[in-house]
């Protein structure tokens, strides 16, 4: 929206619920974009929309996180507890989690990097997890890879880094970092899959590459001597 407020219950109640008469339960999962042009407005703190719920008192638990992503962007995300979709879409580094055990699909994308901290918070809470779009173009300034705990996402299929730095596809797939014992699927960059292969030189038990079925590039190229070791299902 452009040069207008979050959404909160007041805003919910006034102009949807109220035209409801029979609904007995309402879950939501709502994001609101705001870019702010050359009109000034006062918009709502979280604590002004966590607020609004628990005035209304008619509405279960609720969370909520707003993250400033520019000087004329933001973004309010405002969702019923517990959370009941199967599908996160582009949550950032504001998100103040919990357990989301119904989560399929997720999508993260921020303009400030995720760290290592991030994605361990990210596999706690949603141990289901089978898809996972990364989009983030900034390195990451603490990488812990000598971290004694190992992320693993127990259940993902396909990852997707076409639009990530590489410092995510190192993230992801060196396994002595996070293990993934069921990606099936991975969409990368050539660029990227060279570079933390150092051209398919480096030792193949490295990598969480052995069950890829699946590899989507973006671009054409002549397999080296090496590739099927590293892949070998393809």
Do not use: W
Request: glycine share 2%; hydrophobic share 35%.
């Amino acid at each position: 929206v452009f040069n207008l407020n979050y959404i909160d219950s007041i805003q919910l109640y006034d102009e949807l619920l109220c035209h409801m008469k029979k609904l007995n339960n309402f879950i939501f999962n709502i994001q609101t974009r705001d870019f702010r042009c050359k009109t000034k407005i006062n918009l709502s703190s979280n604590e002004d929309i966590q607020r609004s719920f628990i005035e209304r008192g008619i509405y279960q638990q609720i969370a909520s996180y707003i993250h400033n992503s520019s000087k004329i962007e933001s973004k309010c995300h405002i969702y019923s507890l517990p959370y009941q979709f199967e599908y996160l879409l582009e949550i950032n580094n504001c998100f103040p989690g919990d357990m989301f055990h119904t989560v399929r699909y997720l999508v993260v994308i921020d303009q400030y990097p995720f760290e290592h901290k991030f994605f361990q918070f990210i596999s706690r809470g949603l141990p289901f997890l089978e898809i996972l779009h990364i989009r983030n173009n900034k390195p990451q300034k603490d990488k812990q890879y000598s971290s004694t705990e190992l992320i693993t996402f127990h259940h993902l299929k396909l990852l997707n880094l076409k639009l990530a730095y590489v410092d995510y596809v190192e993230q992801f797939l060196l396994n002595k970092v996070t293990y993934l014992p069921h990606l099936f699927n991975l969409y990368i960059k050539y660029e990227s899959l060279i570079m933390i292969t150092n051209n398919f030189t480096i030792d193949t038990t490295y990598f969480n590459f052995s069950r890829v079925k699946d590899l989507d590039l973006d671009q054409s190229f002549l397999h080296s001597e090496n590739f099927h070791q590293y892949f070998p299902l393809l």
